[in-house]
């Protein structure tokens, strides 16, 4: 099994639905972060997680709500899905020495 | 804002030369990391180099940093067809008042043909 694991692997929704995308570790780490990535930019932070009870909005959090259900479970959720959410996200998990662990990514297209 | 800015935007070589990727950064860092993508799919994670180091090496990548230019470099030795992938610098670096994430940049796209 992959040390992070996102679900779905790929997902095509309608406009205006709420849709969640799952993620777990294995890596027995603290901290989670979710990104979304645009075509042919670089991997924007949209939330992160630094313990069960901490919940940080990173640098485009508006449309995004998150929830952090365990140590291995973090879960992003488009609460309304807009067509300007079409992205590539990702689940990710550290550890105390700045390591980062990438899930293989959620390819979400809203129409 | 992201933090880190790659140049060039995009590069193309032959195969056997080298290729060079240069990342700028605006703040303080605890590490700086190269990652690889192929397609538009997962992140391929090349190498860490923390804030106190100035150099390191992993097979035929070369890493460097400057913390006093804030800058990073990427050289990629005796190039491949199979090298062809975006590249992203990240910094492990403070994403706001909460604390610290990976803040990554846009990317350098190679091109490597044979």
């Known amino acids: 099994d992959a040390d992070v694991t996102q679900t779905p692997r790929n997902r095509i929704t309608k406009t205006g639905k709420r849709i969640m995308l799952e993620c777990s570790q294995t890596k027995g780490h603290d901290r989670m972060y979710w990104y979304r990535q645009d075509p042919g930019l670089g991997l924007q932070l949209i939330y992160y997680?630094?313990?069960?009870?901490?919940?940080n909005k990173g640098e485009i959090s508006d449309g995004y709500s998150v929830s952090r259900q365990a140590q291995a479970k973090f879960s992003l959720s488009l609460e309304s899905a807009i067509p300007n959410q079409t992205a590539l996200y990702f689940c990710?998990?550290?550890?105390?020495?700045?390591?980062?662990?990438f899930g293989s990514g959620t390819r979400l297209t809203v129409v | 804002s992201q933090q880190g800015e790659e140049d060039p935007q995009a590069l193309s070589i032959q195969e056997g030369e080298n290729a060079t990727m240069n990342c700028s950064y605006k703040t303080s860092i605890n590490n700086l990391q190269w990652y690889r993508q192929n397609s538009g799919r997962g992140l391929v994670h090349l190498i860490l180099i923390r804030s106190n180091e100035r150099e390191k090496h992993s097979g035929r990548l070369r890493v460097t940093l400057d913390t006093s230019k804030k800058s990073s470099s990427l050289l990629i030795t005796a190039s491949r067809a199979a090298d062809t992938a975006s590249y992203f610098c990240?910094?492990?670096?403070?994403?706001?008042?909460?604390?610290?994430?990976?803040?990554f940049g846009k990317g350098t796209t190679l091109s490597v043909s044979s």
């Open positions: 990240a910094t492990d670096a403070r994403a706001n008042q909460a604390g610290t994430a990976l803040i």
């Open positions: 997680s630094f313990d069960v009870k901490d919940i």
């Open positions: 990710a998990t550290s550890d105390p020495d700045g390591g980062y662990t």
